[in-house]
């Protein structure tokens, strides 16, 4: 492509040619189905675990059940993943010389990370219809109508794809995909400490802070309000879980205009 390409063709370009990387990846998935079971049998496995195991020693704040109040936490736990999962496909690919053959067609730089976050999006959609059905059979419920909860469902694709970014980032920064695999338990930690699961509320005050200030949090505070789930925030909390929505929304533009970039030129360092 030529430097007289005009932006909006170079758009075009770029968007047709993620669309393309999509589909591989959507493709790959069905000579795969091993990992597609299994990616949506952890959220019911979660769901079991944490709502029967766990959830007769934990106290809801203000009364109601456990399970309601446990939902959004683990939908906000499942969009966390896409962090790990584009970061492990990346630098497989990087790792195993897709990438350099991708270099050498004419490909518009930024579609392969696109095309990754795309096809985790699309990934997403069954692994959560998955985790709403499951809930669904375990009492939970939406309360505030079709709206709220398409709202909620938004907020959760949303920040999902902005995470996804941040995986591409990852991804392409470490060496190799070994070394992918070695950080992905270490983004457990990053899940549990936020609400997802207990209120911060019996946490110490440093800890607590960073709950609080983790997307995490407030994506399932956000959530909960919007489906009217019980646990709403005490009064006196930190602004990400006082105003959720607008802290989601915050979140997920600060990260994408933060890992977009650094994507990009990551991707170009790669090949050099």
Do not use: C
């Not at 932006?7 to 370009?13: A, F, M």
């Not at 607008?246 to 790669?270: G, K, N, Q």
């Amino acid at each position: 492509m030529t430097t007289h390409t005009p932006p909006l063709g170079r758009l075009r370009w770029t968007v047709a040619d993620g669309l393309t990387l999509v589909g591989r990846e959507l493709g790959r998935l069905r000579q795969e189905p091993g990992q597609v079971v299994a990616a949506l049998i952890f959220p019911i496995v979660m769901v079991v675990l944490f709502g029967y195991v766990f959830g007769s020693a934990i106290q809801v704040p203000g009364g109601g059940d456990y399970r309601e109040y446990l939902m959004p936490g683990l939908f906000a736990m499942v969009t966390f993943t896409a962090m790990q999962g584009v970061m492990g496909r990346m630098a497989a690919d990087a790792s195993h010389g897709v990438m350099d053959r991708f270099r050498s067609m004419p490909m518009a730089r930024l579609a392969v990370p696109f095309g990754q976050t795309g096809a985790d999006s699309v990934i997403g959609v069954p692994l959560l219809a998955a985790m709403v059905a499951t809930g669904l059979l375990v009492g939970w419920r939406p309360h505030l109508g079709p709206l709220a909860t398409a709202e909620a469902f938004a907020l959760i694709a949303l920040l999902r794809y902005a995470l996804g970014w941040v995986g591409a980032y990852l991804g392409l920064a470490v060496k190799d995909e070994q070394t992918a695999t070695q950080l992905a338990p270490l983004f457990l930690p990053i899940t549990m400490l936020s609400n997802a699961f207990v209120p911060t509320e019996g946490m110490p005050a440093w800890l607590r802070l960073i709950a609080e200030w983790n997307p995490i949090s407030a994506l399932t505070a956000a959530t909960r309000r919007l489906f009217g789930n019980a646990g709403a925030p005490a009064e006196g909390t930190a602004w990400p879980l006082a105003h959720p929505s607008a802290a989601v929304l915050l979140w997920s533009a600060v990260l994408l205009a933060v890992f977009v970039p650094l994507s990009l030129r990551a991707y170009a360092r790669r090949g050099r």
